[in-house]
């Protein structure tokens, strides 16, 4: 005989019991991370258990709004059907063969990327760091002629990043990135990279010459502070490329992917890059990176010259060329626009009612809102009102919502950001934010 179901008290009973165990769970969860992690980020004291579309859940039951999106991650939001469906179908199948041989979607995604893009062959990585790593190989592969001796720099090997620029942790990518605080600690780094000042076209002509074999720029610099490439400072990047004989890589691993209601940012520029790095969306949440390159850069590439043991494997290009559909066939790009107008307007009419908004930066859903105060305290009022963002370069709030985001979702973050303005105490920052991307700021970095 089958028992009766429980109702009532006993119901009641079963519940609290059941929520006890899940925060006894997460209370030993922090505990084994504080022991046994390596103390590389500052974690908020709270677990999250799920997410459905745009909104997350910790163990306790708390729902918030999520407009952080796993840092320009979760671009279709969380537990979309259409992703679920693929990851359930492939990691039943196979979730690893090796490069070593073909399987059904590796060869189609990098399809869909080319036609995407309008370059021509792609290179599959695990994130956003390793792309990063693989175009610099690329840049003084391309640039090697029979003449420079091997395992001597050649003539041609300079590499010009900006400043205020973020593309990774590992060591080339590193070495390509302007904050001091993240490149000291670990000298001497990569020689051969020298930074140019964003933005400003004279510094790059007086800084290049037949040495360069690269320039490296973020289209959207996000972890500087939402900061964009001017279409001036992109002609001349590409046409000194072109005229030396260097490559132009765009690194879109945090803008690209539809972010900005394109493709890809740079398609606002009549130019294309030599090289674009994407990753973070690009396979919905599991671990992908990519280089997209043009013929002439690959036809320098030989079988052993560089490889992976993970990057493009089944489960993870199923899901990646499912995500790509899915903005196609949703027409995110179009939400994308349209919501991102509407963000748009509702903070610019939002700074009309709070001095300390100083600049609205950004475009698409990939939004910064520069302050004249320390942001730090907004974020964590915002985490206890049910609503995830986070602040980079600590004078700017940075919102990346998932691609998904509706209408009444963007009315709702508004009301909070309003109520999180209007309740918030202001610190008072130990120095204003410049006027400028050019200049060096303390960042609050999120890892690639």
């Known amino acids: 005989m089958m028992a009766a179901a429980k109702s009532g008290p006993a119901m009641k009973s079963s519940r609290k019991s059941a929520k006890r165990r899940t925060r006894g ?83 189609p995604l990098a399809r869909k990327l080319a036609e995407w893009s309008g370059l021509d062959r792609v290179f599959f990585a695990n994130s956003g760091t390793e792309a990063v790593e693989g175009a610099l190989k690329l840049s003084r592969l391309y640039a090697r002629t029979d003449s420079d001796v091997p395992g001597v720099p050649a003539r041609k090997h300079r590499i010009l990043a900006m400043t205020n620029s973020f593309h990774g942790r590992t060591y080339g990518a590193v070495s390509a990135t302007s904050t001091e605080k993240y490149r000291l600690p670990f000298a001497p780094l990569v020689p051969g990279i020298d930074f140019v000042r964003f933005n400003d076209v004279d510094d790059l002509a007086s800084k290049f010459d037949d040495t360069v074999c690269a320039v490296l720029l973020e289209t959207i610099q996000g972890e500087g502070g939402i900061y964009a490439i001017t279409e001036t400072f992109w002609n001349a990047a590409r046409s000194l490329t ?48 990519a280089i997209l390159t043009s013929q002439s850069v690959a036809d320098r590439v030989s079988p052993g010259l560089h490889g992976t043991t993970f990057g493009g494997g089944p489960l993870a290009c199923a899901t990646a060329l499912e995500f790509l559909n899915v903005i196609d066939d949703e027409r995110l790009l179009e939400n994308i626009r349209a919501r991102g107008d509407e963000l748009r307007d509702g903070l610019a009419a939002l700074a009309g009612k709070f001095p300390f908004i100083r600049e609205i930066r950004g475009e698409g859903l990939m939004l910064g809102v520069e302050l004249t105060v320390d942001g730090a305290p907004f974020v964590q009022q915002a985490l206890l009102r049910g609503l995830l963002i986070n602040c980079t370069h600590d004078f700017t709030l940075r919102f990346l919502p998932p691609f998904i985001v509706t209408r009444a979702q963007v009315r709702q973050f508004l009301r909070q950001m309003e109520t999180i303005f209007l309740t918030t105490p202001q610190k008072a920052a130990a120095s204003q934010p410049a006027n400028s991307a050019a200049s060096t700021r303390a960042a609050l970095v999120a890892a690639r």
């Open 25 to 107: 769970t997460s209370a030993a969860a922090v505990r084994d991370a504080e022991q046994f992690l390596l103390p590389t980020y500052k974690r908020q004291p709270l677990v999250f258990t799920h997410g459905r579309g745009c909104y997350v859940f910790d163990s306790r039951g708390k729902k918030y709004l999520d407009f952080l999106g796993g840092i320009a991650v979760n671009a279709l939001g969380h537990a979309h059907p259409r992703i679920v469906k693929v990851v359930r179908r492939e990691s039943a199948r196979a979730i690893h063969f090796s490069n070593l041989f073909h399987h059904a979607f590796q060869g």
């Open 242 to 289: 072109s005229k030396h004989g260097a490559l132009l890589i765009a690194d879109e691993i945090q803008c690209g992917l539809g972010r900005t209601g394109r493709y890809f940012a740079y398609q606002q520029y009549s130019g294309k890059p030599d090289i674009v790095l994407v990753a973070k969306p690009l396979a919905a949440g599991l671990p992908l990176g």
